[in-house]
């Protein structure tokens, strides 16, 4: 199975690329899925994204996924240009007016979740535009398999004339919407979720108020609409006896931690299945790594046929760590494998667990074991100083190094 890796910055693409992804797939401008949650790139950025992708040898996918309307063509027109032009791998898309321009100047096209494709017709008629089709969130894996055994059936072929490979969703937020349809901030805030722009109404708690008596009741124990997390590292073995070709990591709008957690416990996993060593052991420690990075809780989506009810209890992360941002680096000496940083925020103290991030380098993780002020070894950096470490790899200045602590 393909590892697709969100990407909402040159951080997490450093850490997807590090961490083993086969694939990313991330936004550019407004006219995507995450327009307002994740940073984003430019257009400009199309080629240094390639470059470093071809590198790497992996796919880059780029979400062109919001509908479009009639002012939107022309951006939605460069983008695609844009994106053939510097050789993305493809496009994803739910507007047929994005399939139909990449369908006329040759640009693959993945089809995206947004639509909503739940039945062997509709793969048949979107064959006709992608290779790649993203699956309902709304299906079991019993309804995945039989799509998947009647595309082999058929022998029905995307444009490169291979048989449509499924992809869908393994790790991640899941809405409370049908695969993502949801107008709750549009009527309440005209942002459009549709058009990248939710601002996460379901996410908040809320009090009932009876219309008789006035009577209030605050709903305490259950964020009512704010489903737990997809995880699916528990049964793996499933989906790849379902036939899924490409498994998808939700989070464009995560950091580079995330990213780095989660692509390496779902590469370790993938390939433990290959290799013939996916055990309860593996599965336990990999569900300890996740829950360790932003989540509201796990749950396996419908993809075991169990009716919806797992609700988040807490607003935001149920993380079981938190990183407190300590400074920056200065400077890297490569001889002696030695960075230099200042703790521009708070101290750092030796045996601290280390989280460095940065555009470049992507995410590095150690322990302080050693830390120096002025060249003599200290217990404790103090706030405001420059002090030097051991590191495994090299760093760049204005890297951000951050300490772990128990959440």
Not at 82 to 104: Q, T
Request: glycine share 6%; net charge neutral; proline share 3%.
């Amino acid at each position: 199975m393909e590892l697709m890796a969100p990407v909402g910055s040159w951080e997490s693409l450093a850490a997807a690329i590090k961490a083993g992804c086969d694939s990313v797939y991330f936004g550019i401008e407004q006219l995507n899925m995450r327009a307002r949650s994740s940073i984003n790139f430019s257009i400009d950025d199309l080629a240094e994204i390639s470059r470093r992708c071809q590198q790497a040898g992996i796919k880059s996918y780029l979400t062109l996924n919001t509908i479009i309307y009639d002012h939107d063509l022309r951006l939605m027109r460069q983008i695609v240009e844009a994106a053939k032009a510097n050789d993305i791998s493809a496009v994803i898309a739910s507007d047929h007016a994005v399939m139909n321009y990449c369908r006329r100047v040759g640009m693959p096209v993945h089809i995206s979740t947004q639509a909503n494709v739940t039945n062997i017709e509709t793969v048949e008629f979107y064959s006709a535009f992608a290779d790649v089709i993203v699956l309902s969130r709304e299906l079991s894996l019993r309804q995945v398999a039989d799509i998947v055994r009647a595309i082999e059936r058929r022998q029905i072929t995307g444009p490169s004339g291979e048989l449509v490979r499924i992809e869908i969703f393994a790790h991640g937020a899941l809405c409370m919407a049908v695969s993502g349809k949801c107008y709750l901030s549009l009527h309440s805030h005209n942002a459009s979720a549709n058009r990248g722009a939710c601002i996460q109404n379901c996410r908040k708690s809320y009090i009932v108020i009876s219309k008789d008596d006035g009577h209030e009741l605050e709903i305490d124990n259950e964020y009512i609409m704010s489903a737990k997390d997809l995880c699916t590292i528990n049964f793996l073995d499933k989906i790849a006896e379902a036939g899924v070709s490409v498994l998808k990591i939700e989070g464009r709008g995560r950091s580079a931690d995330y990213v780095d957690v989660t692509v390496r416990c779902y590469r370790e996993a993938i390939d433990a299945l290959r290799d013939g060593i996916y055990t309860p052991e593996k599965i336990d420690d990999w569900m300890r790594r996740l829950s360790t990075v932003y989540n509201r809780g796990f749950w396996d989506g419908y993809y075991l046929g169990r009716k919806m009810g797992e609700w988040s209890d807490t607003h935001g992360s149920k993380a079981t760590e938190r990183k407190i941002f300590v400074g920056r680096g200065v400077k890297y000496y490569n001889k002696i494998g030695v960075g230099v940083f200042k703790a521009e925020a708070h101290p750092l103290r030796k045996g601290d667990r280390v989280l460095i991030m940065g555009p470049t380098t992507g995410v590095v993780r150690t322990v302080a074991e050693e830390v120096r002020v002025d060249d003599q070894q200290v217990e404790t950096v103090p706030q405001g100083a420059l002090f030097s470490m051991p590191l495994p790899e090299p760093i760049r200045p204005s890297d951000k190094i951050y300490k772990i602590v128990e959440a």
